[in-house]
């Protein structure tokens, strides 16, 4: 499931995706820290987030102001210092309301509740329709091509022949496995809103990688994993430290 984070501190926003993916059932796909940035976000990519961490206090403004600029049917769990937003946050799809500082604790058991609640809104569907139902939720289009430029020239690269995204020197590069190098216009946590989750696992902040395209992986430095790939990037592919338990599990799905 994806999450979306919104939160101004740099800090408590990485924590918060560290402590949110510990849960190998959610990906953070992208952190934002405005409204004006939020709102353009969403108006493009509301159909990719299951569920929305939002702080109440952002850099331009308290974040109620997104609801007034766009129509979100997305659950939130508000993230804040201050407890007198309470009732104001449940009129906002608001699904729980966690004061800062936060424990892991608390961001599990919102994430649990978040569980909870979709599970119990699926067993109210009747069974004439969960088979449709679930093959439009549970599986949604996910992007089958993308476009690389050099120069006056567009290519077609097809999902299924790239074996993996790497940011290099601060552009993001296509590699394929017939052994072409391509850059790509767009951030990695646009790509990890359009890609099957099934298909590519984003190993750190820097790579997604084809499940095609792993040999093998073993242990590395300070509990982190290194991978053995088809095909290689100039970067060293490792796994971070606290995505090797939830990239095992994937392996094995």
Known sequence: MNILVVEDEPHTAQLLKEIIEQDKDFMVINMLDSIAETVGYLSKYHQNIDLLFLDINLSDGHSFEIFKHIDIDIPVVFCTAYDE?????????????????????????????????????????????????????????????????????????????????????ETVYIYTFDGRRMPVFKNLDYIASVCDPDLFYRINRQMFVNRNNILSFEPYFNRKAVLHLKVESEEKPIVSRLKVAPFKDWVEK
């Open 85 to 169: 937003y309470t009732l104001q946050a449940i009129k906002q799809n608001g699904i729980d309301y966690i004061l800062k500082p936060f424990m892991d604790e608390e961001i599990h058991k919102s994430l649990q509740k978040y569980k909870k609640l979709v599970g119990k809104i699926q067993r109210k569907i009747l069974p004439d329709f969960q088979s449709a139902i679930h093959k439009t939720t549970s599986r949604p289009a996910y992007q089958e091509s993308f476009l690389t430029q050099h120069k006056e020239k567009s290519t077609v690269v097809y999902m299924k022949d790239i074996a993996l995204f790497a940011i290099e020197y």
